[in-house]
């Protein structure tokens, strides 16, 4: 794939794409064409950035190991901006969370974070997450030089804490939970296994 | 219509049969539970189709609330049913295969008449009432739901329980062809749930039969569930295929799968938190995105008619 491609139209594509679940959600808040958010408005709003935050936080992951088997250098140029739209997700989850659901009723909110597993490692991830999404700029890259690498591994222990968030929050059915667990160790085992076969 | 499946151990006092002839015997027990299931008179008649899409009932204003109704739409969509799925949207969408229709329940334990008896003859010599109670479920939501039912004291008590009978256990039926929820384990199959005689007994406990002046549509039951409107909605125990009456407390499903989250008991408390989320403040169905949550009642809202029951009880050891 050649670089301008991938510029002018991959990437154009996939931050289209990327924006779909957001639009949906805005369609169906204002009921058009006849859909609706159903019966509990505010939960489905809030599951459905948190989903969408996950998918492209493991879909980041998988750059490199992508890259890798199928030979295609030129995935790690989407790179970025699937991290930064799985950062939008999250935002737009703890966002919902925050204002929708708890009404900005602090006590509340400072009660959960500190109390509930759950949101204490999600809210754990999201603020994992803030110092890799201000990182990501160009001239971030450059100033941070060799430290940026380091920095940026962050987001193996993040997904680690989504997936664990995630787990821990479902009551009983914990079966798409652990095909995240799964898809995860895959893509961390792969680096682990890349590692050591490099020594 | 009476579907007798007499079993040796049935009852709990020497059995007749030791000193009557066996088919007089077993004739004995079938008038016995002919005359109880019709109320003693009337004919055995099969309701129709038509006569059960809608049901007769009067209001029961003593025990209804005044708030406004959940949506007919949202009370038939959005279900925790597992048997159908873990999802808001399974009981709704993948409850088509399931037939309510025939259907019998089996009593049994510690009580003077016990067998098997089909749904029409358990329901027909009581009345229909509608109540308007709140439901609240564990997950911090609740509806405001028009329930079609009997007291279930008032069926209980024709079974004649005896002094052993301390707790009501009930189970829901297990059919994985139909349910499919029930092809995987997220749940010990099949559903278990149980209550306290005296809990089983108090006039709020509802035997309910529909919703919204209609029969129970299989995302909310039917043909027949529990409402216990002061407990956490899966106390609720759903299309219900057997009554025992025991005497130690009987085994519950939530609890089975997770017992430091779901008690027994499960009465609605603001004060006792889920492990994993407060359980101070519920958000009402139906109120769209910018809804806040209200506060949750203690035994939701229930407090004056069953906080006597529990009197002396911690209620944060026996959640
Ligand atoms: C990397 C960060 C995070 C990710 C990837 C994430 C992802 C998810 C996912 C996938 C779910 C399940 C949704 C479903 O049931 O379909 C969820 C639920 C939830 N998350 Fe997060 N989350 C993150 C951070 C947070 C934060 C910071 C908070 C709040 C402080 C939070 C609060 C919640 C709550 C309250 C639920 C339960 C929602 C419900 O009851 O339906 N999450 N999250």
């Known amino acids: 794939m050649k670089p301008a491609v991938v510029r002018r139209v991959i990437k154009p594509a996939l931050f289209v794409a990327c924006l779909l679940p957001l639009l949906s959600i805005l369609w169906r808040a204002f009921e058009l064409g006849g859909s609706n ?14 989903q969408w935050g996950l998918r492209l936080l493991v879909t980041t992951l998988a750059i490199t190991p992508l890259r890798d088997w199928l030979n295609a250098p030129w995935l790690a140029m989407l790179r970025r901006m699937l991290g930064l739209f799985a950062f939008a997700y999250v935002s737009l989850h703890f966002l919902t969370w925050l204002v929708l659901d708890q009404g900005l009723h602090w006590p509340s909110i400072l009660a959960d974070i500190a109390k509930r597993p759950f949101i204490t490692i999600g809210f754990l991830a999201l603020l994992m997450l803030v110092p890799l999404a201000v990182t990501s700029t160009n001239a971030m890259m450059r100033r941070l030089g060799r430290r940026w690498k380091t920095l940026h591994r962050l987001i193996y222990p993040i997904c680690v804490l989504a997936v664990w968030h995630y787990y821990w929050q479902v009551k009983a ?23 050591s076969s490099r020594l | 219509m009476l579907i007798k499946r007499p079993r040796p151990g049935d009852s709990a006092r020497i059995a007749p049969s030791e000193i009557t002839a066996e088919d007089v015997y ?25 006569e059960r899409a809608t049901l007769r009932y009067t209001r029961n204003e003593r025990y209804s609330t005044d708030e406004d109704l959940t949506s007919f739409e949202d009370v038939t969509t959005y279900n925790n049913f597992y048997e159908f799925g873990s999802g808001k949207g399974d009981p709704a969408a993948r409850s088509h ?14 009580a003077n008449v016990t067998g098997t008896f089909a749904l029409e003859d358990l329901l027909k010599p009581h009345a229909l009432e509608e109540r308007i109670y709140r439901l609240r479920c564990v997950e911090a939501w609740s ?28 189970k829901t039926v297990h059919r994985p062809e139909e349910m499919p929820g029930q092809r995987g384990r997220v749940l010990p199959w099949p559903y278990v749930e149980g ?18 002046g209609k029969p129970l549509l299989n995302q909310n039951g039917a043909p027949l569930r529990l409402v216990v409107p002061w407990k956490y909605g899966f106390k609720s125990i759903k299309s219900i295929v057997e009554i025992r009456f025991t005497e130690r407390q009987p085994p519950t499903s939530w609890h089975l799968a997770a017992p430091h989250e779901y008690g027994f008991y499960a009465n609605v408390n603001p ?10 403040r519920e958000r009402r169905i139906g109120g769209g995105l910018f809804d806040s949550r209200r506060p949750t009642l203690m ?10 029951l529990y009197a002396g009880m911690d209620l944060r050891r026996f959640y």
Do not use: C
């Open chain 2, 271 to 280: 004060n006792v938190d889920h492990p994993r989320w407060s359980q101070a």
């Open chain 2, 26 to 50: 077993f004739n004995r027990r079938k008038l016995l539970k002919a005359a109880l299931a019709l109320g003693a008179v009337g004919s055995v008649a099969t309701s129709t189709a038509s």
């Open chain 2, 299 to 308: 035994f939701n809202g229930y407090e004056k008619e069953v906080a006597s």
């Open chain 1, 173 to 195: 059915d914990v079966r798409e939970p652990l095909v995240y667990a799964s898809l995860l160790g895959i893509l961390l085992g792969w680096r682990v296994w890349k590692r």
């Open chain 2, 195 to 212: 209550l306290r005689i005296d809990e089983a007994m108090h006039p709020l406990t509802l035997l309910a039969v529909g919703l919204y």
């Open chain 1, 37 to 50: 958010l159903g019966a509990n408005p505010v939960e489905q709003v809030q599951d459905t950035f948190g």
């Open chain 2, 97 to 110: 295969r399931f037939k309510p229709e025939p259907w019998s329940v089996t009593i049994s334990g510690h």
């Open chain 2, 143 to 170: 509806m405001v739901i028009p329930w079609i039912g009997i007291p279930l004291g008032t069926v209980l008590r024709r079974f004649e329980p005896t002094s052993k009978a301390k707790y009501v256990a009930f």
